[in-house]
Structure formats: C-alpha cells, structure tokens
C-alpha cells in the first residue's frame, strides 16, 4: 500500500507550490514599475499572466513601451502587455502623466530590439484583454491594481457575476480611510485618493460587486516615503541589475519632497504587490464596513460604516473588504532591497 500513498501525496505538494497567477494592472506612474520589477523578482510566489495599463497616471502609450522593455530587458519575452481605452473622470495632472517618460529613456532598458518588443503588445484594448485573460485561465486570478479601478468595473458591468466568479481577490492600491485624502482638485473637499478620484463610479461597481477586495489605502502607505537613504542602499548592491533598476527608477522621484514638503513620494504601488508577496509584513483586517462616494464633493472617498459622515451624494452599497492597516517601514525597504539582489 505504501506507494500508493506517495502516489496521492505527491500531487498535493506540487499544487501547494505553485505560484499565483497575477494580472498586473498598472497606470505607468514611477512607483507602478518599480512594482512590476518586484512582482517579477518572486517567480516562486507568482506569476505574471498579463499586464493592462490605464491611461491614467501615466501616458499610456508610454507606459506601454516602458512596460514592454522592461519586461525584456528581464528576459520575460512573452507576458503580453494591453492598453486601455477607459476614459478619465477626473485626469491625472500632466505634469504627473508626463514623468514615466523619464523611466522610458533609461539606457539600461534600451538595449531591447524595439521589434521584437512590440510583438507583445496587445491589439485589444486593455481593458477586453483583461476579461480575455480571466476567461480563459482555469484557476481564479489575483488581480494586483495599483491605478483607478475602472478596467476591473468594466468588466463587472459587462460579465458580472461570471466575471466576478474568476477573479481571486483585487489588491487594490486606493482609498483614504482614517487620513486625509491626496486630492487637490477644485470643486473636491480633499478626502479621496486620487487613484479613486480619478473614476470613482468605478469603485461604486467594484464595490457593489461579489469581488474580494484587499485594500491598501493611504493610512497604510503614507508609513513608506521613498527616501534617499532607500535609494543609497540600492546602490550597496548595485551588483544586481533589479536593484539597478528599481533605484534608477525610484531615483526620478526623489526630490519631490522638496516641492511638497507635505506630502512626499510615496511607496503607495509597491507597497501594495509587497503586502501581497508577504503575508508577514502587513497587518490586515478581514472586515472592514464600508461604502465608497462616487459623486459630489467627496466623489473617490472610501468610508468606514462606523465614521460619523452625511451623506448628501450617490454612494455605493456598505461591504466588507479586507484592508492593510499597519506596516513597519524599515521591514518593508528591507523586503524589498532583499527581492531585488537579483539579476
Ligand atoms: C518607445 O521607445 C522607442 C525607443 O525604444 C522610441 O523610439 C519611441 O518613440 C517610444 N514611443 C513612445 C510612445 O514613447
Ligand atoms: C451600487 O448600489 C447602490 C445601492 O446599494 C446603488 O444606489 C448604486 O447606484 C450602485 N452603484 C453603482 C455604481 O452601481
Ligand atoms: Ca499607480
């Protein structure tokens, strides 16, 4: 009987160590590519089935390339790679969208065949693609969002609950609960977080939606500024071209303090994949009420049920999502310089 026991067993192991399918979906900001490099490092936790951009945070077009070179500079020459045609509610500043491109002229990430790049570009638009990924992987993909969610409510509005069914958890990189929120935008009270504010119908759908939602909101990322001393320590270890890149990357951004002392750059995107690869590193709660604002003055803002506030607009239905709430800063840099030493 003995062997048929190993038989049995043997199976069990192999599927406990395979990695997560992830569909990585990105607005091309600086901190969204320094997410792609660590989402990568980890190819024993997951796996990356396909990347949609929104043009939100970023060109599109440009992020697009960004995405494409990166990815083969790393030698992932297959993960295909769309573009979303969904339109803002309220758009990223310029001066914003424009910064990607300082990533995009990057010597190390230029040394690609610009052809051979472009074979993975997707024709279908973004945001189809990424129903045509869930709809024909067997297992429930984890979607990794460190933009606005409108890609994911689009396709809750045209396959709900099919679509909601296929779909393992949204790690959601939005939302401002117990903070402020980032937004300066006239018309708007500042309580949102911009990848909210940028189409908050859309956390309305996703919302009102079955789909698990983890969130990590402002209270949690505004613990992880990307500092010059992060950056230095990159250079320690300039051996390995993840981390090369990740400090190149992140370097772009570095004096942005110095322009708004208030409110720094933060870590927001990394942070999130981060919480997703270790589990240890964020403290999370499962049950967290709550109902997003999808117009008004507060348009974008995620409320707790439990926080004293009038509602005078459209808001969603109150669910409960999972949301990180604490992250110890120099665990979290640590994590991440250890995933890069890689090359
Ligand atoms: C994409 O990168 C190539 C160089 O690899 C450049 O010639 C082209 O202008 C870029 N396109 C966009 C849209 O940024
Ligand atoms: C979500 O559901 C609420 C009621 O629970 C409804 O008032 C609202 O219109 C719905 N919002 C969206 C964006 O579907
Ligand atoms: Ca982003």
Redesign the pocket.
Known sequence: MKPVVILLLLPLVITAAKPQKVIFDHDGGIDDFVTLLLLLSKPELVSVVGITILDADCRAEVAANTTLKLLHTLGFNDIPVAISTLPAVNPFPDIWRWSGLTVDVQPLINQVDSISVKQNLVQQPGQDFLWELLRTQLERITIVATGPLSNV?YII?HYGDEAAARIKEVWWMGGAVYVQGNVDYPGHDGSAEWNAFWDP?????V??SSVPIVMVPLDVTNHVPVTPDLIYRFGRQAEYLYSVLAGTIWSKVISWVYERPLEPYFAWDTLTAACLLSRELCARVDDLVSY?V?SGPSQGRVVAANQCVARSS?????RTIATVIQVDAEEFYGFVLDALKRS
């Open positions: 409510a509005k119908p859309a956390v309305g759908v919302w009102n997003a999808v459209d808001v969603s239905r109150q």
